[in-house]
């Protein structure tokens, strides 16, 4: 397993559950990825019917199935919240859009139901959907407790260790788990980084109680464009600060500060939440979201390279959908029946080749 993000560590517990021999490789420490910059959303709220919302759905229930041998490993546990999800508009077009979204997961709910939900609330707020099965997670605790759960069942992990060339490991399977960084393999799809911005308050009490969006977010998270693109994000955390997100953008590795992207989210979030505008924010940080072209992850294996398998490109997602990535690979790697339809997954599509 190459890369102990978020990723690699749910392929190698899954495998290592298998009884599979996995060693995890990784250039950097721990969480030294995209995982250490992760809100820590799993969400179906933001996901269309289809294969990306049956990974969720699936997700979802692994989450949950795992959190108690989880919580064993990692002082704390992995603040694993069952909190919901509420996507808010302003607008009676943003309603319509609502309505379909909310599908047969979410509860549409009117202006009232909304500030009932979330008192503080700006007053202009027309109403919303909320998604009960939307959780929240500590991304860099659950990784490194996913890791200690494959350790004790006999997974290595060797970090500080950059692999430069696949065909220099000695395994029958290697897994490209390397996230915004799957593409230095010769990997089977275009995955390139999509920058995010993170603003952090200082810990409040809880007035925030759920995942609260605005219903823009939606559009960005389906979108491809390159140019930046902010949607409002706000969540608290169970130690105190509230999280506001959401940039995206794609500037490669671009590690500078964005003043326009960092003042968009602050705006944002006081619109959201007006008490948010007398507080202080402590400090902002980035991470590169693994972005691949059709917004599907990337999960199988390498129809060019025998041996070589991919699970990356999860883009804003990969917090969430980590255990159903790795139960797929562990289904695949050990011959068993895949949980799952890994077709649409398939590195194969970016080839033209059958899956
Ligand atoms: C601001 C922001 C907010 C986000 N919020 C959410 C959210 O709320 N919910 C959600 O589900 N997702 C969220 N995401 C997305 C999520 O963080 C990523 O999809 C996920 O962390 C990707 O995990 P990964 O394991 O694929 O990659 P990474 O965590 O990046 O792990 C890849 C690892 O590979 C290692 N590596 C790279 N090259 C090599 C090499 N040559 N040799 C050895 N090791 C190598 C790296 O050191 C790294 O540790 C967010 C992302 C950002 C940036």
Redesign the pocket.
């Known amino acids: 397993m190459?890369?102990?993000?978020?990723?690699?560590?749910a392929c190698a517990l899954a495998c290592a559950r298998r009884g599979l021999q996995v060693t995890v490789?990784?250039?950097?420490g721990l969480?030294?990825?995209?995982?250490?910059?992760?809100?820590?959303?799993?969400?179906v709220s933001d996901k269309a019917p289809g294969p990306e919302l049956d990974l969720a759905l699936r997700s979802t229930a692994l989450w949950q199935e795992w959190e108690g041998e989880l919580d064993r490993h990692v002082g704390g546990g992995i603040e694993l919240e069952r909190k919901g999800g509420l996507i808010v508009t302003r607008t009676p077009t943003g309603m319509k859009a609502l309505a379909t979204a909310a599908g047969d997961l979410g509860e549409l709910l009117d202006e009232r139901g909304v500030h009932e939900l979330e008192p503080e609330l700006a007053p202009d707020i027309l109403g919303g959907a909320f998604f009960p099965q939307d959780m929240?997670v500590q991304?860099a605790r659950a990784?490194v407790a996913m890791l200690a759960a494959a350790r004790e069942l006999g997974a290595q992990l060797r970090l500080h260790?950059?692999?430069?060339r696949v065909r220099d490991l000695e395994a029958d399977a290697v897994v490209n788990?390397?996230?915004?960084?799957a593409a230095?393999?010769g990997t089977a799809g275009p995955v390139e980084p999509r920058?995010?911005?993170?603003l952090v308050t200082e810990p409040l009490p809880v007035l925030i109680r759920h995942k609260v969006y605005s219903a823009e977010y939606l559009e960005n998270v389906a979108s491809g464009d390159a140019e930046l693109q902010t949607s409002t994000v706000v969540e608290g955390t169970p130690g105190g600060p509230v999280l506001i997100?959401?940039?995206r953008e794609r500037v490669g590795f671009d590690r500078r500060p964005n003043a326009e992207a960092l003042r968009r989210l602050a705006t944002g979030a006081a619109a959201l939440f007006p008490f948010l505008a007398g507080v202080r924010i402590m400090r902002s940080?980035?991470?590169?979201?693994?972005y691949s072209p059709d917004h599907l992850p990337i999960i199988g294996p390498d129809p060019r390279i025998p041996g070589l398998w991919h699970?990356?490109g999860?883009?804003?997602?990969?917090?969430?959908?980590?255990p159903a990535t790795g139960e797929l690979i562990a289904d695949l790697l050990s011959g068993g029946r895949p949980t799952l339809d890994p077709a649409p997954f398939s590195p194969a599509r970016f080839l033209g080749v059958p899956a």
């Open positions: 190459i890369g102990a993000g978020i990723v690699g560590a490789l990784d250039r950097g969480v030294a990825g995209t995982t250490g910059s992760g809100e820590g959303n799993i969400l929240q991304p990784a260790t950059e692999v430069h788990a390397t996230g915004a960084w230095q393999f920058r995010g911005f993170i997100g959401a940039t940080y980035h991470g590169f979201r693994p699970a990356h999860h883009e804003g997602a990969g917090i969430g959908l980590a």
